[in-house]
């Protein structure tokens, strides 16, 4: 793959997804995000707030105007939380670039973060994700290489293709929140597109630490109770060895100190008929663009100055 540099980035948007995020880390990850869009760049600035705590909405509105000063700056509020597959779907929708970057708003790129994943998108037609190595807790971490192929890409922090990632059906709805980017990385090689790890720049995802423990078990188990017997080769036996070791699971954070994360997972299982009923469901007929197309025309969300 031979990579060439980039002058700029005006034709890369950026995605600022908020919901109760306190204005101090809002501060931190702005900082960082701004350096890696550099000084005088005019793309799309979208802040999508997904039902946003008054003081997260002011903080992340003074911190639209004053880090992007020259960006296209624009603000999509949704009246209720959304969850991440469908307002990063109606974001964007609504950007304009020939790539989007979404990076989570707990964590900071490095400053050449987003024009070393251009370039690799530059070089590379046939991928439609690129995403650096991230670290921090619970991580997969990796040490500086060339870029290569992955089977799949966490949404921590990506840089997309945006006609070609919504035409192949963006992040599927019925995702609320967790494996929605484990899903769509199935769907976009299953399409023939190239996903791309780049470990020769880095994002350091800080996340929130332990608070949310059993919400966040929950929505991760429910989740994966799709995911895994949709794109199952062998959905029985699959299926029932992930059942397995649901009570492996739960005896670890037992034993880890962890009984909200413990109580999240049983909870999960509470659900496990309706998981199994929506999965078929998408294997009988699986989510592409075109469903999408008409999810947007249904929900799409106007976008104000901020």
Not at 246 to 263: E, Q, S
Not at 264 to 292: K, N, T, V
Request: net charge positive.
């Amino acid at each position: 793959m031979t990579v060439s540099a980039r002058t700029g980035l005006d034709d890369v948007d950026v995605v600022l997804l908020v919901h109760r995020e306190p204005p101090e880390l809002l501060a931190r990850h702005h900082a960082a995000l701004a350096a890696a869009t550099g000084p005088g760049w005019r793309g799309r600035a979208l802040l999508v707030e997904n039902d946003p705590a008054p003081r997260t909405s002011a903080a992340a509105r003074a911190l639209l105007r004053r880090r992007y000063p020259d960006a296209d700056r624009w603000v999509l509020r949704a009246p209720r939380n959304l969850g991440f597959a469908r307002a990063m779907d109606l974001a964007v929708d609504a950007c304009r670039g020939r790539y989007v970057a979404l990076v989570n708003s707990d964590g900071e790129p490095e400053p050449g973060m987003l024009h070393r994943l251009a370039e690799v998108l530059d070089a590379e037609p046939a991928a439609v994700w690129a995403a650096p190595a991230v670290e921090g807790p619970g991580e997969e971490d990796h040490p500086p290489g060339p870029p290569f192929a992955a089977d799949d890409l966490p949404g921590t922090a990506l840089l997309l293709r945006r006609e070609e990632f919504l035409a192949a059906g963006g992040f599927d709805p019925l995702y609320f929140f967790y494996n929605e980017d484990r899903d769509a990385s199935r769907r976009l090689r299953a399409a023939g597109h190239l996903l791309l790890r780049v470990p020769g720049t880095r994002f350091r995802h800080g996340k929130d630490g332990p608070r949310a423990g059993l919400l966040r078990e929950w929505h991760y188990a429910r989740t994966a109770q799709v995911l895994v017997p949709q794109h199952a080769r062998r959905p029985v036996r699959e299926t029932a060895a992930f059942l397995a070791r649901r009570p492996l699971a739960v005896a670890r954070h037992l034993r880890d100190g962890d009984p909200a994360g413990a109580a999240g997972i049983a909870l999960a299982l509470l659900e496990l008929p309706r998981s199994l009923a929506l999965a078929a469901a998408r294997r009988r007929r699986p989510w592409d663009g075109d469903r999408l197309a008409a999810w947007l025309d249904r929900h799409r969300l106007p976008v104000t100055p901020p």
